[in-house]
């Protein structure tokens, strides 16, 4: 099992940039592919970024193209989600994912929670106008 923390969130003005973080709890890290997530209030949890098991591969949500960054340091082993740009609609508790170890190629991207086995507790984002 591997445990997952979240870190970086908080309030933002509109327009400016937050960098979350998402320490892994073990080495196996690097065989994971691994994700951000994120549910704004009274909606359904909604896919934002993801990354391969090696990094080589990345994947956004149409809504953060261009203004998110995903990336991953497997010899910490952490991930990172830099978000410029913020906007409003970008507040919401996220929540980073990771698959069960080797279960994807090295450069597979997965994009749908169910192929996500392990979540951290999430760290609240929020964008004000």
């Known amino acids: 099992q591997v445990q997952l923390v979240e870190s970086g969130g908080g309030l933002v003005q509109a327009g400016g940039s937050l960098r979350l973080s998402c320490a892994a709890s073990?080495?196996?890290?690097?065989?994971?592919?691994m994700g951000w997530f994120r549910q704004a209030p009274g909606k359904e949890r909604e896919f934002v970024a993801a990354?391969?098991?090696?990094?080589?591969?990345?994947s956004y949500a149409d809504s953060v193209k261009g203004r998110f960054a995903i990336s991953r340091d497997n010899a910490k082993p952490t991930m990172y989600l830099q978000m410029n740009s913020l906007k409003p609609e970008d507040t919401a508790v996220y929540y980073c994912?990771?698959?069960?170890?080797?279960?994807?190629?090295?450069?597979?991207?997965?994009?749908?929670?169910?192929?996500?086995?392990?979540w951290g507790q999430g760290t609240q984002v929020t964008v004000s106008s």
């Open positions: 990354i391969s098991r090696n990094g080589g591969s990345t």
């Open positions: 994912a990771a698959t069960i170890s080797r279960s994807f190629s090295g450069n597979y991207c997965a994009t749908r929670g169910y192929e996500y086995n392990f």
């Open positions: 073990e080495r196996t890290f690097s065989n994971r592919a």
